[in-house]
């Protein structure tokens, strides 16, 4: 299944009419450069192209009032002078005599990009639309918004699909406060959003924007908001909050449908939002999306007024729903203190509500001092901000085979992957090598010797970017890393991260030269002492307890491998490693956004019923749902917080509390 892609240049035809200066960064070309951006990289040409249509009234009333839509139903035939009047009772916002028309198409591209995905017809999507949408409440337009989009797409896909559950990730930088107040006593409606707040000094400057308003009545715990009290946030900032705060309680809110409020003001350059956040880092925020609801995930434009990062950040968001996987991140370190302390703040008021925060930290007791409550450095004048400039982002190259699978004859390729064929031509040099140290019993010397021989040569055209990734049905798994990692961290210029999923001893010995990085996930207790290098997690009742396992993955291991930045991931699942299918699918589909997607899976011969699915995972299809989880395991909870409180100081990006920045 394919990518919806919902644009119409009948959305760029309104504009500011009079001199404003709140409104003025609010212009047609933003829908424009994003569109031409998509088509001059050929990824336009890789979505599925879809209509948009107007919304009925109906459609609108699923979150206006009848007397608010009427009200706007009369600006088109209105004069300057009453238009004028007309935004005046409202909050950084213009009107234009197409704007209604247009906000009619906005919302109906929502919509439309819901029936898509809904019905089957594609997999996800990205409606590109203006006027945006969060901010608009039942009775007012706010912030360049007329109606709700998101809100409304929320309601209707509720309405017309009996979809249970919905999450809204608002990455925008500024507050959906209309989407908040929309859902705030709405259990089956969870909203998620990060925002620039600085202490409720910047736009819209509510109260409720702060993370303590948490929802009403049968809402609450399903709204969060994580402020921003400081620009110049970077990616580290942005995956902190997502492994550690988002992530955790969509998993376990389990929702049957995503809806992202994509808003680019979050992106560097952006005159909003002042972040410094580079444009590739909403690849990863879509990839990490990507595998909840099965994948189900509709992107709606918010803002973005950086033409520049505008373009890029849309073009990294559609690529990445396209399957290809995102480009490595840039030099990630910690998150900042202010980060920290909003992320401690928000998670400790959620404890109550989300069993994955249940171990979380106390409020902490900041003393007045840390809310810097000095004159504000932002509201400076215009000219000393300093022009900010990045990279261009990686150019994303899809190797020309996503999927290399090394298969013992008779079991069948899934269709997609291409098959490695077990080389004959044994390169002497190899062969002596893997003579010396690694094959002993001479009988099945033959066959072992091709199977590992293929392998290397695997690794090597996924360091030349020929494949993307790769799969391995062998024998013996022991053996097959043995020969495989070694080679991939000294032969090659690699930093290689290893995960074992399953007990048994890991049959390599990791250096502390920091080229492996491994980490084993087992249920059993492992006698290897501990190092930087080697990381042993010990998961009570094997990997049955599932929420358990999610939260080693979310808290733990990903934050790792994003700041380890492995060019080349080898995941082994050794012999009985008692993971659920859904589960291992959602380890391999997550991993997928490190190492630019080279990722090297090695299956035990008898696990043969999950190469096929684990071939889709790494083709780019969204993992299966996990369904609802319920509360992980109190030891395993534990083990998993003993290890991350050990690491942290190793490791920045396991930081949770303000006392862990020390
Ligand atoms: C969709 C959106 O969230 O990007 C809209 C943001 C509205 C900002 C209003 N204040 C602008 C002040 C100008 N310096
Ligand atoms: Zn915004």
């Excluded at 212009?27 to 249509?53: F, M, N, Q, T, W």
């Excluded at 490693?577 to 956004?593: A, D, P, V, Y």
Aim: proline share 6%; charged share 20%.
């Amino acid at each position: 299944m394919g990518t919806a892609l919902i644009y119409d240049e009948e959305m760029t035809r309104y504009k500011l009419l009079w001199v404003d200066p709140s409104c003025k960064i609010e212009v047609p070309e933003r829908l424009i450069v994003s569109y031409e951006a998509l088509v001059k990289s050929g990824l336009a040409d890789r979505c599925v192209s879809v209509p948009v249509r107007e919304a009925t009234d109906a459609d609108i009333l699923l979150v206006h009032s009848e007397e608010y839509l009427q009200a706007v139903k009369t600006t088109p035939f209105m004069t300057l002078e009453e238009m004028q009047d007309f935004c005046a009772q409202y909050g950084d916002v213009y009107f234009h005599p197409n704007i209604y028309h247009c906000a009619t198409l906005a919302a109906g591209a929502a919509l439309q990009l819901v029936d898509s995905v809904m019905t089957g017809k594609v997999r996800n999507g990205m409606a590109l639309v203006r006027p945006p949408g969060h901010h608009s409440m039942h009775n007012a337009a706010s912030g360049f918004c007329i109606f709700n989009n998101v809100a409304i797409a929320a309601q209707y896909a509720k309405q017309k699909y009996g979809v249970k559950r919905v999450l809204i990730v608002d990455w925008d930088i500024h507050h959906g406060q209309g989407v908040q107040y929309c859902f705030e006593d709405d259990p089956s409606v969870l909203y998620f959003s990060w925002h620039r707040y600085e202490h409720q000094k910047f736009w819209p400057k509510l109260r409720e924007s702060d993370f303590d308003s948490v929802g009403k009545e049968k809402g609450a715990g399903f709204n969060i908001n994580l402020p921003w009290n400081k620009v110049d946030m970077q990616n580290s900032d942005y995956l902190s909050i997502f492994h550690h705060l988002l992530l955790p309680i969509a998993y376990e809110f389990c929702p049957d449908l995503v809806l992202v409020c994509a808003g680019f003001d979050s992106a560097i350059g952006d005159p909003e939002g002042e972040m410094c956040a580079t444009p590739d880092i909403f690849a990863h925020l879509t990839h990490l999306l990507m595998n909840l609801a099965g994948g189900k995930l509709c992107a709606v434009l918010e803002g973005g007024y950086n033409l520049t990062s505008l373009a890029q950040s849309v073009c990294q968001t559609v690529q990445t729903l396209l399957g290809d996987p995102p480009p490595r991140p840039a030099n990630l370190d910690g998150p900042c203190q202010s980060t920290v302390e909003s992320l401690h703040c928000v998670r400790s008021t959620h404890r109550q509500y989300w069993s994955c925060l249940k171990h979380a930290a106390d409020l902490p007791t900041f003393d007045v001092s840390t809310k810097d409550l000095s004159l504000d450095e932002s509201l400076n004048s215009e000219e000393s901000k300093e022009e900010h400039v990045w990279p261009e982002p990686p150019k994303r190259l899809t190797p020309a085979i996503r999927a290399a699978l090394l298969l013992p004859d008779g079991i069948t390729c899934p269709d997609g992957c291409y098959r490695q064929s077990v080389s004959e031509c044994l390169d002497p040099l190899i062969v002596t090598k893997l003579k010396e140290n690694i094959l002993t019993d001479s009988e099945d010397d033959s066959n072992a010797l091709s199977t590992l021989s293929s392998l290397i040569d695997l690794v090597e055209k996924m360091e030349k970017d020929e494949v993307c990734s790769g799969l391995a049905l062998v024998h013996d798994v022991s053996k097959a890393m043995k020969c495989v990692v070694p080679h991939a961290a000294s032969a090659l210029k690699n930093r290689v991260l290893v995960i074992c999923v399953g007990d048994g001893k890991v049959p390599i010995h990791v250096s502390e030269d920091g080229k492996v990085l491994m980490v084993q996930l087992s249920n059993k207790e492992s006698q290897e002492p501990e190092s930087r290098y080697f990381i042993p997690v010990c998961l009570k009742k094997g990997c049955s307890d599932v929420s358990g396992f999610i939260q080693a993955i979310l808290s733990l291991l990903l934050p790792l491998g994003y700041e380890y930045d492995p060019s080349l991931v080898v995941l082994v699942q050794m012999s009985d490693s008692g993971l659920c299918e859904s589960m291992w699918l959602q380890l391999t589909s997550l991993l997928r956004g490190l190492a630019q997607g080279h990722m090297l899976v090695l299956m035990q011969k008898g696990n043969e019923a999950c190469v096929s699915p684990t071939a889709s995972s790494l083709l780019g299809d969204p993992a299966p749902s996990l369904g609802p989880l319920v509360a992980p395991l109190p030891e395993n909870v534990e083990s998993v917080e003993m290890l991350r409180h050990r690491l942290k100081a190793d490791w920045k990006l396991l930081q949770t509390t303000a006392q862990d920045i020390g």
